[in-house]
């Protein structure tokens, strides 16, 4: 083999290659874990000969550079493909170092040669069939690297440097290039180029890398049907489209927000069909195991969520509790929804007419309504008056059903009652007297009675024990006696200044307006009507509206009851009575006097209260006849003009209630000393399912 002229460097390297294969043969070494490999021959490179005989599987090791310039890398390469090396003359300036075992081939080594060239900035691109371009990889691609129509596949691994499109028929050649953009060599700025119109790539890079490339397009670019399978799932108890969304909050919720973390196939999806109430599913096959087992775990049968229950009241009215509780919920909702910063719905309890609505609840989550604690009511309550079996109709979880069992209960009390004893007194005045009550001889302190004519009054309790007395052998009367009784000291036939009009008894409960009237009601011509008549001599007809008008007495007394047995009384009092005639139109008409009064008094169960100060002046004109003949009499007798004034005086007694038989004693005292008293004793004593006892005989 003849060698060309070289430098002495050269020179040394263009030994015969006999020679230097007769040297690797003899030297002993221990090279790639060989038993007695030959020592490593320093492969020397002849000058730029293509040795075209040489075959890709022939051997060519071992092979050992040390700090080769890229000239001497690039002889090496033109002697083991046979091809001419065209170059410019500014390469990158790198020192290379390889080492290669006994047993490489061409081909092999080629491939370290060209990756090593790679590695260090410097491309090789096939040019023709007789010439390799080497370029750096900065212009490899403005170098128009060979564009490869066949399959990578079929070449041999080498890092040469060549262009290959790719076509792809289902993915996405967009997403493609986001994908292998991290695979490629870097250093050849040549990124995929992405064809949208043919759904194409074009990529420069070694054949290695193209190959690669090739393999992954093999891959992806499938139909995804070809690993989709569908299946559907019937459902039983549960409804498709809550059970999807069930579904999409478990499996599809991102995890940075507390939800799965992990996820499913690519391409799995689940939908609802309303129609058929079936969940269809498409994805993996592997995954149907799995769906399987939380499908039907879902769609088991369990029981509702929420309960309907209806409470029957004992005292209260059903709506205003159910407007009460109705307030309550919605109150409580709407602070709970503020507190925790989210603008959802709040739903609170909802109630029908007059009950004010609450707003209607909204999907505040996909799993349902959850209960924020066990003090607080869900968002599913519903709360319904039943006017006509007065009770409440409540709907909503196991707690709120609890809850609302438990207000209900302590709201529906019974509610404490106080009896009223009502005496109605008319006093006659002298002109030294300046009220009806001193009239009477009454001592009055802060409203209350406490002595009648030097008799002091004890006080006495709801259940008519005397709670005091007097000291110093003073005469005391228990108040806890008959108030019309007790009044009639004052009020004796002797005196005849002061008459008992009435003497009623109210029972209302604690909070509840209860009336007394006393009177009558007279007809008040209220309008008159006239219509023309041809018949009547004044040619109109006339005829009067008339209504009827209570005229009286009327005491209204709205009780609240504390627990220590005081009652606080609102009374308003109101005396109307006819003064004198007016002719109206030819009608007469009374002219009525009215007299109110509002007060507000405190006392204890079994203390008088005394309420005084409506008062009425009155004229009276009397004669005084002369002889039998009346008009006679009355023209020539005398005559008297007198001024009288009258005073009402109402006296009150509140007892409290003990819902025990001592709250009847001054009732049935009432009809014993009655003339009825036996009959009615006989109807009252009478023990409900016993035969009625035949009355005694006469």
């Known amino acids: 083999m003849n060698c060309p002229i070289s430098t002495p460097r050269e020179r040394r390297a ?9 040297l690797g043969t003899v030297l002993p070494s221990t090279f790639f874990g060989q038993a007695a490999p030959a020592a ?4 020397a490179v002849a000058a730029a000969v293509p040795t075209p005989e040489l075959l890709g599987s022939d051997k060519v090791g071992p092979v050992i550079l040390r700090d080769e310039t890229v000239s001497q890398m690039l002889e090496l390469l033109q002697r083991w493909t046979g091809k001419s090396v065209l170059r ?38 096939q040019q023709g069939d007789k010439f390799l371009k080497v370029v750096p990889n900065l212009v490899a691609k403005a170098e128009s690297p060979t564009l490869l129509m066949e399959s990578t596949l079929k070449l041999p691994p080498s890092g040469r440097i060549a262009s290959k499109i790719f076509t792809l028929k289902h ?7 986001l994908q292998i953009s991290g695979m490629l060599n870097s250093t050849l700025a040549s990124p995929p180029i992405y064809f949208a119109r043919n759904n ?38 549960a409804v498709a489209t809550d059970l999807v969304n069930k579904l999409t909050a478990l499996l599809r919720t991102p995890a940075a927000t507390g939800g799965a973390p992990f996820r499913l196939s690519t391409g799995t999806s689940f939908t609802a069909d309303e129609r058929t109430n079936r969940i269809i599913l498409m994805g993996s096959a592997d995954q149907h195991e799995f769906f399987d087992k939380l499908i039907n775990t879902l769609d088991s049968a369990s029981a509702p969520n929420t309960k309907t229950d209806v409470i029957a009241l004992r005292h209260s009215d ?54 924020a604690g066990a003090d607080e009511f869900s968002s599913t309550v519903t709360v319904l008056p039943d006017v006509r079996s007065n009770s409440i109709i409540v709907s909503g979880t196991k707690d709120d059903l609890r809850l609302l069992h438990d207000l209900i209960d302590k709201v529906d009390g019974l509610l404490p009652q106080v009896r009223v004893e009502v005496v109605i007194a008319e006093v006659t005045l002298t002109d030294s007297d300046t009220s009806g009550i001193s009239s009477l001889n009454m001592t009055v302190t802060n409203g209350k009675l406490t002595s009648i004519g030097g008799t002091f009054l004890s006080a006495a309790g709801a259940n008519g024990s005397s709670l005091g007395g007097l000291a110093g052998g003073q005469a005391t009367i228990n108040s806890s006696g008959n108030l019309t009784g007790i009044i009639g000291l004052a009020t004796t036939p002797a005196k005849n200044d002061a008459r008992i009009l009435s003497c009623p008894a109210i029972t209302t409960t604690h909070n509840k307006e209860a009336t007394i009237f006393v009177g009558e009601s007279l007809p008040v011509i209220t309008g008159v009507t006239s219509t023309a008549n041809t018949s009547s001599s004044t040619g109109l007809t006339t005829s009067s509206t008339v209504s009827m008008r209570d005229i009286g007495i009327q005491l209204k007394v709205l009780p609240l009851i504390g627990k220590d047995g005081a009652v606080q009384l609102q009374v308003s009092q109101s005396v109307e009575d006819i003064i004198d005639h007016v002719m109206v139109d030819g009608n ?22 005394v309420l005084g100060g409506l008062q009425r002046r009155q004229k009276i004109k009397s004669t005084s006849r002369l002889g039998p003949i009346p008009f006679l009499s009355d023209l020539f007798g005398g005559s008297q003009s007198d001024e009288t004034r009258t005073e009402l005086v109402m006296f009150l007694r509140p007892y409290v209630l003990t819902n025990t038989a001592a709250d009847n004693i001054d009732g049935l005292n009432r009809v014993d000393a009655s003339s009825l008293g036996p009959e009615a004793r006989q109807v009252l004593d009478r023990i409900p399912g016993q035969p009625v006892a035949a009355p005694a005989k006469k």
């Open 318 to 371: 059903a709506t205003q509790v159910a407007t009460m509780l109705t307030q309550l919920v919605t109150g409580q909702v709407a602070a709970a929804t503020k507190a925790s910063g989210t603008s959802k719905t709040s739903p609170g309890a909802r109630a029908a007419t007059p009950v004010v609505a609450a707003p209607v609840a909204t999907a505040a989550a996909a799993a349902g309504a959850a209960q």
């Open 88 to 125: 410019p003359q500014a390469l990158p300036a790198n020192v290379y170092t390889l080492s290669l075992p006994a047993s490489i081939t061409r081909d092999e080594a080629l491939l370290a040669i060209e990756t090593l060239l790679n590695l260090n900035g410097i491309a090789v691109i």
């Open 171 to 177: 993915a996405s050649g967009q997403e493609m290039v």
């Open 40 to 43: 490593p021959a320093v492969v």
């Open 14 to 22: 263009y030994l015969p290659f006999y020679c230097l294969c007769l």
């Open 200 to 237: 194409a790539l074009l990529v420069t890079d070694s054949i290695t890398n193209l190959q690669k490339v090739e393999n992954l397009v093999l891959q992806l670019d499938r139909p995804q049907l070809d690993v989709i399978a569908t299946k559907t799932y019937s459902l039983t108890n």
């Open 588 to 609: 007469s008409q009374p002219i009525i006097g009215r007299r109110t009064t509002d007060s507000f008094v405190s006392a204890m169960s079994g203390e008088i209260i």
